[in-house]
């Protein structure tokens, strides 16, 4: 939700150096304020591919921030300091009800599909935010089957006691959940089987140096294996070549995500990709 999942087109970074000037940061922290009281956010959806067949089975959604003239700023132009300024509640929550409600748009259309979103570790560990996902879940109509909560690695490890009762409270509740940017922490690999995890995301910056460099194909052979050996489901991501995708099907990882198939994308133009499933633009051919 809240990572860029690399820059799609037409997203500004014209935020980059505003950190290092207190007069751009307080016209920033200025412009976020009024944008959380208006919601100006959009939702972009980047597919998840089933990459045995090529066809769409879901989407990763992530939050933008259009402003009022138009500019549309990706997630780590203003995530940072939301969070400073306590609006990331607010921003999730937004995200969460949104997601929930084009999940019944799309499932009342014929599309079958899963959609995941992040939770920061600030959300996570929120004591109201169990109750309020659930109450966004039932006011949509959405199936929480459908629905998959991702956290970092880093956050999986973090606090573990508290993060145990708070995922297993997600897991009961029927939803899923995704370790995302494995194999860039520490995790303990017995903190790993005890957690609810459905699917383990191997980390973009593996999957990037893949089929040539050894020790990358080494560490993403290792995590596919990790996650089969634990009934967990790898996803790639960052796939960006159609020899990276072969390389990951002949290890036996079934879904993917990145730039070869698309970035992220407003929801028209994701229907548009998940209605034509097994077309060229989504072949090795």
């Avoid at 970074?13 to 922290?29: I, K, Q």
């Avoid at 933008?64 to 138009?70: L, N």
């Avoid at 409270?169 to 939803?175: E, F, K, R, V, Y």
Wanted: proline letters at 7%; glycine letters at 6%.
């Amino acid at each position: 939700m809240y990572r860029s999942k690399q820059r799609a087109p037409g997203e500004s970074m014209v935020f980059a150096s505003e950190g290092s000037d207190p007069f751009s940061r307080l016209s920033l922290a200025t412009r976020l304020r009024k944008a959380a009281d208006r919601q100006d956010w959009v939702l972009h959806y980047q597919p998840i591919v089933n990459l045995l067949h090529g066809t769409v089975v879901g989407a990763e959604a992530l939050v933008r921030w259009r402003e009022t003239h138009g500019r549309l700023l990706g997630p780590a132009e203003f995530i940072p300091l939301a969070e400073e300024m306590g609006l990331i509640a607010s921003i999730g929550d937004w995200v969460v009800q949104e997601m929930c409600s084009q999940w019944r748009t799309w499932a009342e259309r014929g599309l079958d599909l899963s959609l995941s979103f992040n939770l920061s570790p600030r959300q996570l560990w929120q004591p109201d935010t169990v109750p309020k996902l659930l109450r966004a879940i039932a006011a949509s109509g959405a199936d929480p089957a459908h629905l998959i909560v991702e956290i970092t690695e880093s956050t999986a490890m973090r606090d573990p006691e508290r993060t145990q009762r708070v995922l297993d409270q997600i897991h009961d509740a029927g939803l899923r959940l995704a370790i995302d940017d494995f194999g860039t922490g520490y995790s303990s690999l017995d903190r790993l089987r005890s957690l609810p995890v459905d699917v383990l995301k191997v980390d973009r910056r593996f999957v990037r140096d893949v089929p040539e460099n050894p020790d990358a194909a080494k560490m993403v052979q290792a995590i596919i294996a990790l996650a089969r050996s634990l009934s967990m489901q790898p996803l790639a991501e960052g796939i960006e070549r159609p020899e990276q995708w072969t390389y990951l099907v002949d290890l036996g990882c079934v879904l993917g995500q990145g730039f070869l198939f698309s970035p992220p994308v407003p929801p028209e133009e994701f229907v548009r990709l998940a209605d034509r499933k097994g077309s060229a633009s989504l072949s090795r051919q």
